[in-house]
């Protein structure tokens, strides 16, 4: 998706450039193109005001990498970032300003389970479906700061001041499970760090989410990605993320990189650039 540019005012007064842009690929498996990306990118701003209305008060950006089948993992992908961004414009709309605690409240109170009951409905409409879930990964950029929310084992990575850190933590069984589950999984031949303990899914089920908040600084560059991309090292996204301030430019050289480096899976890069 082509580089778009929006203005936002800080809430310390300072007026930035917020560049975003992402891309998507189909993984291959041993030499075999995978059926059809299970994964989906949404980048959606609102709350315009200001003079001829050039100024933007939030940014919605979201990842999410579908589970169940490929019929049944796209759909949940394609449901939670169409059902998150259309409760965006619902209830964010033209607000110009929406604090970081409130911003918690709507994704906890509003968004997510408007997206686990239309993975419901769906289920119910289509019950070959019944195992369909997702990763959900969203970033809210806002005058106050950053706010993630985070459920799977798709990531957010923060670059700043020439590092990059990962604001996520993986919800697997290698990083969540105890060790008698590790113990049993090994015994079973199962990665631990392929299952996963929270996800996104049907009312009841996949867990809560985890939120995570950061400043906004000139010069901060986001990415989110689905897991196709864990094969890169630290280091690596930082160069890629330091050399440019066109974040087209970004997104399609970590995708490159990540099918450089022998990734299985669908592999999805979405990046902001704050200038």
């Not at 709309?93 to 993975?119: H, M, Y």
């Not at 409409?125 to 990763?135: D, I, V």
């Not at 997104?251 to 299985?264: E, F, H, K, P, T």
Request: net charge positive.
């Amino acid at each position: 998706m082509a580089t778009a540019e929006r203005r936002m005012r800080l809430a310390n007064g300072a007026t930035v450039r917020v560049r975003f842009a992402g891309k998507s690929v189909i993984g291959v498996d041993h030499g075999r193109l995978n059926q059809g990306n299970q994964d989906k990118f949404t980048m959606v701003a609102g709350g315009r005001f200001g003079w001829l209305w050039r100024l933007t008060g939030w940014f919605l950006f979201t990842v999410a990498d579908g589970m169940g089948g490929m019929a049944g993992g796209a759909a949940a992908s394609g449901l939670a970032t169409q059902t998150v961004n259309d409760q965006a414009s619902k209830k964010l709309g033209r607000r110009p300003r929406i604090s970081l605690a409130a911003a918690k409240d709507w994704f906890l109170e509003v968004a997510l389970p408007a997206a686990r009951l239309a993975i419901q409905a769906r289920i119910d409409r289509e019950p070959a479906l019944e195992k369909m879930s997702t990763t959900f990964e969203a970033v809210l950029l806002l005058p106050e700061g950053i706010l993630s929310c985070h459920l799977g084992d798709s990531r957010t990575y923060l670059y700043r001041n020439g590092i990059v850190r990962q604001l996520t933590k993986d919800h697997n069984v290698e990083t969540e499970g105890t060790d008698s589950e590790k113990m049993l999984m090994a015994l079973r031949g199962v990665t631990p760090r392929a299952v996963l303990t929270r996800r996104l899914s049907f009312p009841g089920r996949g867990g809560q989410p985890d939120f995570h908040t950061e400043s906004i600084q000139p010069g901060d560059r986001i990415l989110l990605g689905s897991d196709g991309i864990e094969a890169l090292v630290l280091q690596a996204l930082a160069e890629r993320l330091r050399e440019s301030d066109n974040p087209e430019l970004i997104a399609a050289r970590i995708v490159a990189d990540a099918q450089a480096a022998g990734a299985r899976d669908d592999i999805t890069a979405l990046v902001v650039v704050v200038l």
